[in-house]
Protein backbone atom coordinates (compact mmCIF):
# COMPACT_ATOMS: atom_id res chain seq x y z
CA UNK A 1 0.00 0.00 0.00
CA UNK A 2 1.03 3.55 -0.92
CA UNK A 3 0.26 6.93 1.34
CA UNK A 4 1.26 10.61 0.41
CA UNK A 5 0.65 12.55 3.61
CA UNK A 6 0.45 16.37 3.21
CA UNK A 7 1.46 18.87 5.75
CA UNK A 8 1.80 22.50 5.59
CA UNK A 9 -1.57 24.49 4.95
CA UNK A 10 -3.44 27.01 6.86
CA UNK A 11 -4.02 30.67 6.92
CA UNK A 12 -1.77 33.22 5.70
CA UNK A 13 -2.77 36.88 5.20
CA UNK A 14 -2.38 38.29 1.56
CA UNK A 15 1.28 38.39 0.53
CA UNK A 16 2.45 36.12 2.73
CA UNK A 17 3.93 32.55 2.53
CA UNK A 18 3.28 29.03 3.18
CA UNK A 19 5.15 25.94 2.33
CA UNK A 20 3.17 22.52 1.44
CA UNK A 21 5.03 19.28 1.76
CA UNK A 22 3.62 15.47 0.65
CA UNK A 23 5.62 12.44 1.76
CA UNK A 24 4.90 9.11 -0.19
CA UNK A 25 5.43 5.92 2.13
CA UNK A 26 4.89 1.83 1.37
CA UNK A 27 5.97 -0.95 -1.11
CA UNK A 28 7.52 2.31 -3.83
CA UNK A 29 10.17 0.85 -6.03
CA UNK A 30 9.76 3.77 -8.36
CA UNK A 31 8.49 7.52 -8.20
CA UNK A 32 7.83 9.04 -11.54
CA UNK A 33 6.56 12.78 -12.18
CA UNK A 34 4.97 14.16 -8.71
CA UNK A 35 2.39 17.36 -8.28
CA UNK A 36 0.39 19.46 -6.53
CA UNK A 37 -3.48 20.21 -7.75
CA UNK A 38 -6.06 22.36 -6.28
CA UNK A 39 -9.86 22.58 -5.60
CA UNK A 40 -11.71 25.83 -4.84
CA UNK A 41 -15.20 25.94 -3.38
CA UNK A 42 -17.80 25.05 -6.86
CA UNK A 43 -15.02 24.79 -9.30
CA UNK A 44 -13.55 21.82 -10.88
CA UNK A 45 -9.58 20.52 -9.75
CA UNK A 46 -7.00 22.10 -11.21
CA UNK A 47 -2.85 21.28 -12.12
CA UNK A 48 -0.52 23.85 -9.59
CA UNK A 49 2.83 22.61 -10.36
CA UNK A 50 4.47 19.33 -11.76
CA UNK A 51 7.99 18.14 -11.18
CA UNK A 52 9.30 14.89 -13.17
CA UNK A 53 11.95 12.45 -11.43
CA UNK A 54 14.41 14.37 -13.43
CA UNK A 55 13.60 17.96 -12.31
CA UNK A 56 11.83 19.43 -14.72
CA UNK A 57 8.89 21.55 -13.97
CA UNK A 58 5.52 22.71 -14.85
CA UNK A 59 3.49 25.26 -13.69
CA UNK A 60 -0.26 27.11 -14.28
CA UNK A 61 0.41 30.24 -15.21
CA UNK A 62 -0.99 32.63 -12.45
CA UNK A 63 1.59 30.95 -9.94
CA UNK A 64 4.52 30.98 -12.29
CA UNK A 65 6.33 33.25 -11.12
CA UNK A 66 4.86 33.01 -7.29
CA UNK A 67 5.00 29.19 -6.43
CA UNK A 68 8.31 26.53 -6.75
CA UNK A 69 7.93 23.05 -6.78
CA UNK A 70 10.74 20.61 -5.54
CA UNK A 71 11.33 17.39 -4.52
CA UNK A 72 13.85 15.13 -2.54
CA UNK A 73 14.24 11.94 -3.99
CA UNK A 74 15.96 10.96 -1.12
CA UNK A 75 12.65 11.14 1.16
CA UNK A 76 10.16 10.43 -1.03
CA UNK A 77 8.68 14.24 -0.58
CA UNK A 78 7.34 16.55 -2.60
CA UNK A 79 7.29 20.45 -1.60
CA UNK A 80 5.22 23.39 -2.90
CA UNK A 81 6.90 27.08 -1.53
CA UNK A 82 3.86 29.84 -2.27
CA UNK A 83 5.42 33.01 -2.22
CA UNK A 84 3.37 36.57 -2.56
CA UNK A 85 -0.21 34.33 -1.67
CA UNK A 86 -3.37 36.22 -2.97
CA UNK A 87 -7.19 35.16 -2.13
CA UNK A 88 -7.68 33.82 -5.67
CA UNK A 89 -4.99 31.25 -4.26
CA UNK A 90 -7.15 29.76 -1.78
CA UNK A 91 -8.30 25.93 -1.74
CA UNK A 92 -8.13 22.65 -0.96
CA UNK A 93 -4.51 21.16 -2.00
CA UNK A 94 -3.78 17.77 -3.27
CA UNK A 95 -1.08 16.06 -4.11
CA UNK A 96 -0.39 13.51 -6.48
CA UNK A 97 2.50 10.91 -7.84
CA UNK A 98 2.88 8.16 -10.44
CA UNK A 99 3.97 5.44 -8.14
CA UNK A 100 5.27 2.14 -9.61
CA UNK A 101 5.10 -0.50 -6.52
CA UNK A 102 6.32 -4.38 -6.04
CA UNK A 103 4.96 -6.79 -4.35
CA UNK A 104 6.29 -10.39 -4.10
CA UNK A 105 2.13 -11.21 -4.62
CA UNK A 106 1.63 -8.86 -7.31
CA UNK A 107 4.51 -7.79 -8.92
CA UNK A 108 5.04 -4.52 -10.49
CA UNK A 109 2.33 -2.50 -10.15
CA UNK A 110 1.55 1.55 -11.46
CA UNK A 111 -0.85 3.35 -10.30
CA UNK A 112 -1.42 7.59 -9.83
CA UNK A 113 -1.99 8.25 -5.97
CA UNK A 114 -3.83 11.36 -4.07
CA UNK A 115 -2.90 12.40 -0.81
CA UNK A 116 -5.62 13.38 1.16
CA UNK A 117 -5.58 17.27 0.61
CA UNK A 118 -4.62 20.18 3.01
CA UNK A 119 -6.95 23.47 2.76
CA UNK A 120 -5.29 26.82 2.01
CA UNK A 121 -6.72 30.09 3.23
CA UNK A 122 -5.61 33.59 2.23
CA UNK A 123 -7.79 36.48 3.85
CA UNK A 124 -6.61 39.04 6.11
Known amino acids: QVQLVESGGGLVQPGGSLRLSCAASGNIDTIYAMGWYRQAPGKQRELVATITSGGNTNYKDSVKVRFTISRDNAKNTVYLQMNSLKPEDTAVYYC??????????????????WGQGTQVTVSS
Open 96 to 113: NADIRTYSRAIGYRQVEY
